[in-house]
Nanobody, 118 residues
């Protein structure tokens, strides 16, 4: 059973930066594809970025390209999302998701709130 715990959310002014972290346990981290999703109030959950088990081929939603960077550390069992030039429309609950390589079973964290407001 994979456990995922997000941290790093908070209130930030437009143009500011935040770094989200996702700590994984309970499964070999290098065998998990990892993703960040977000869900704004009243909207569908959407993919923000994902990264392969080996840390290659990051993929980003068009709305965050050039501003957000996804990364992972397979030694520390951590995934990160560096968010720069934040906009009010980035306000959402951000979720960490893990996908087991061979079973494709998905696991979700509890989410962390990011609020971009002046």
């Amino acid at each position: 059973q994979v456990q995922l715990v997000e941290s790093g959310g908070g209130l930030v002014q437009p143009g500011g930066s935040l770094r989200l972290s996702c700590a994984a346990s309970g499964f070999p981290f290098s065998m998990l594809g990892m993703s960040w999703y977000r869900q704004a109030a009243g909207k569908e959950r959407e993919l923000v970025a994902d990264i392969t088990s080996g840390g290659t081929s990051p993929n980003y939603a068009d709305s965050v390209k050039g501003r957000f960077t996804i990364s992972r550390d397979n030694v520390k069992n951590m995934m990160y999302l560096q968010m720069n030039s934040l906009k009010p429309e980035d306000t959402a609950v951000y979720y960490c998701k893990a996908s087991a390589l061979y079973t494709q079973i998905e696991y979700w964290g509890q989410g962390t709130q990011v609020t971009v407001s002046s």
